[in-house]
């Protein structure tokens, strides 16, 4: 699991609340990201940051938002959740901190499921 | 836009029989594709990255392949605990690019 973990594991909110998920390495890994997965679609990149307080977007982005305030925490942060937002939420790390081959391996934890009612 | 297509959907194998997973990508620039095992509840497990053309991985029982245009994952002699559901993924070599883009996987089971 990359030294990577997540929480909470699972979560049931309603439509409308703030909702915010939070990943935690232990390893000081520079690159972490968040993906979502769901049937039918596979796993998407929601954001990822480079460093604290550098983040940008991903492929799905919209209706998230993302922190970065140390090296250690990447908090993902619906702020109104919907009912589309029902998925599994994985954080992930690449262990690098410069670029060269290796660089690019993603190592995922074990993932948050949240419900949106 | 980047784009992986994993064949078959399920595979059903028996205990022993060999077969191969094609993942089917297309990408501007590739900087590397990657393979993951992906076990039910849990997260995606890593377990190759290919990189050029001709390259070959191995463990266990199995060996990952890249082409131009594909990979394969070829799995020997199966046991029932390979059973998974087994995820392609590449990243194309444009500048600031970090995204991977993933298929939606081939869940193989292995019948004892």
């Known amino acids: 699991d990359a030294g990577i973990t997540q929480s909470p594991r699972h979560k049931v909110t309603e439509t409308g609340t703030p909702v915010t998920l939070r990943c935690h390495q232990t390893?000081?890994?520079?690159?972490m990201y968040w993906y979502r997965q769901d049937p039918g679609h596979g796993l998407r990149l929601i954001h990822y940051?480079?460093?604290?307080?550098?983040?940008d977007k991903g492929e799905v982005s919209d209706g998230y938002s993302v922190s970065r305030s140390k090296t250690e925490d990447f908090l993902l942060t619906l702020e109104s959740a919907t009912s589309s937002q029902t998925s599994v939420y994985f954080c992930?790390?690449?262990?690098?901190?410069?670029?060269?081959?290796?660089?690019?391996?993603?190592?995922f934890g074990p993932g948050t499921r949240l419900t949106v009612l | 836009e980047d784009q992986v297509t994993q064949s078959p959907e399920a595979l059903r194998l028996q205990e022993g029989e060999s077969s191969s997973l094609n993942c089917s990508y297309t990408?501007?620039?590739?900087?590397?594709l990657f393979w993951y095992r992906q076990d039910p509840g849990k997260g995606p497990e890593f377990l190759f990255t290919l990189y050029s053309a001709g390259e070959e991985k191995e463990k266990e029982r199995l060996k990952a392949t890249l082409t131009k245009k594909e990979s394969f994952l070829h799995i020997t002699a199966p046991k029932p605990e390979d059973s998974a559901t087994y995820l392609c993924a590449v990243r194309n070599s444009g500048a600031g690019s970090y995204q991977l883009t993933f298929g939606k996987g081939t869940k193989l089971s292995v019948i004892p």
């Open positions: 990408v501007s620039g590739l900087r590397g």
């Open positions: 390893e000081n890994h520079r690159y």
């Open positions: 992930a790390i690449t262990p690098y901190a410069s670029g060269g081959i290796g660089a690019d391996t993603q190592y």
């Open positions: 940051s480079y460093g604290v307080k550098d983040t």
